[in-house]
């Protein structure tokens, strides 16, 4: 009996110490230490949601969006919740508790990962690019960043160059919420930070079909023994900017530094023509007599959808949720019913879908499961503005409730592009050539 009440104890004793682990991580050279210094709330207790003030910054190398653990300010190696970077300064954080697994207040320690430099008078420079960069995507989503060249005035790649985007490819690399992507595995890819002005649609629009959120490049300017810096962000939306760094003269380390390694070439520029899509959705009034056929065939033998439909009172039929989408990449279709976007020469994929929407006067009281969707090709050879007009009808009299017509905008001829039908993957699509 006392043998095997002992073997209970130490069978207890070895749980209990597996607990302990599981609770206890390591936290060892690879991460930097600081606190919490204050709260937004004047709360002695702060839980999941509250914001607070830590002594970690840019300086230690966090960027918004970073994540660090929290722990015990009484047991070092107690995790009790983790937190957000929303904004970073030189030497302090904002940070939001996205976790609380017990109370957290001031003066409890943040851990987070360790950011290491081959360069420590490119450390902090390059923190605040990234920083800049993902600043305006909320905290909880990875933001892809195509790492494109740095350039020198005369748009020249240098020693220098390679020297400033490796650093920023190695910085970048580090953080869990970046994904650094190597611009030379893009050779299709050309662009000069100095022609901003004349082809930033152009890339957003090669952003937008590869799927980055944004691109960086920059210049730098070697005067005597000093340097400027600027990097240059362009994004899918709104939110490009430039960074202009103060002159510093601790990059030029010797002659070399502004020596040429790829001179400039001047690339031709890809001939794009300008694509207006234009959404036209129609409405029909059922007449009173029609009512039951448009019921049963909406139904489709479903006899909870025929009893929910006799049971609406509608009187329109209208599209809704209709969708446009470009070599798989969606398109934003305006209040106006316009939607833009740049294409390149070439075969270009569209499909276009939308559902029944049954209304009783302006409200929309039942929306159909069933969901039609059109495919056409584009084939794009000059670079023009073209008009395509979607028409979506959700009673047609007779073909197809999605169609497209196609028109050059200058001559406003239609068919100015010659549909052709052909079946691939056993579904009929239009191709439209010029």
């Known amino acids: 009996m006392k043998s095997q009440h002992l073997l209970k104890i130490v069978c207890a004793c070895f749980l209990w110490l597996g607990v302990a682990v599981s609770v206890a991580p390591c936290y060892g050279r690879d991460m930097i230490k600081g606190e919490i210094t ?224 790829l001179p400039y070439v001047k690339k031709e520029k890809r001939v794009e023509s300008v694509c207006l899509f234009s959404y036209k959705p129609r409405q029909y009034v059922p007449p009173k007599e029609e009512r039951a056929g448009i019921i049963k065939e909406e139904a489709a033998a479903d006899p909870f959808k025929e009893l929910n439909l006799k049971r609406a009172e509608f009187n329109i039929i209208s599209p809704v949720q209709f969708k446009v989408t470009v070599d798989g990449g969606a398109l934003n279709i305006g209040e106006n019913n316009m939607g833009r976007v740049n294409l390149s020469n070439g075969s270009h994929r569209v499909r276009a879908s939308f559902r029944r929407g049954y209304y009783s006067g302006e409200a929309l009281i039942y929306t159909s499961t069933r969901e039609y969707t059109h495919d056409v090709i584009l084939e794009l050879s000059k670079g023009e503005e073209i008009v395509v007009e979607m028409v979506a009808d959700p009673m047609p009299d007779k073909g197809d409730p999605l169609s497209f017509k196609v028109y050059r905008k200058v001559e406003r001829e239609r068919h100015a592009l010659r549909p052709i039908h052909r079946l691939e993957s056993e579904k009929l699509v239009e191709t439209f050539v010029e």
């Open 38 to 261: 204050d709260a937004t709330r004047e709360r002695v207790a702060l839980s999941t949601g509250d914001n607070v003030t830590i002594s970690l910054g840019k300086n230690q190398g966090l960027v918004r969006g970073d994540i660090g653990n929290i722990l015990s300010r009484t047991d070092g190696k107690l995790m009790i919740g983790r937190c957000v970077v929303q904004e970073s300064r030189g030497f302090s954080s904002t940070c939001q508790i996205i976790e609380s697994l017990r109370e957290i207040g001031r003066g409890d320690i943040v851990v987070f990962d360790r950011v290491d430099y081959r360069d420590e008078a490119l450390f902090l420079t390059m923190i605040d690019v990234l920083d800049s960069a993902v600043k305006a995507y909320p905290t909880h989503e990875k933001v892809n960043i195509l790492i494109h060249e740095i350039f020198d005035a005369k748009n020249n790649i240098t020693q220098l160059s390679e020297k400033l985007r490796g650093e920023l490819i190695y910085i970048a690399s580090q953080k869990k919420r970046i994904v650094a992507i190597d611009g030379r595995r893009f050779p299709d890819f050309s662009y000069y930070p100095n022609e901003y002005g004349t082809s930033s649609q152009q890339v957003k629009n090669y952003l937008k079909n590869n799927g980055f959120d944004l691109v960086l490049t920059g210049t730098h300017i070697v005067s005597g023994n000093s340097v400027e810096l600027s990097f240059q962000r362009v994004s899918q939306g709104d939110n490009d900017r430039v960074i202009v760094f103060a002159p510093s003269t601790t990059l030029v380390a010797d002659g070399d530094t502004d020596k040429i390694v």
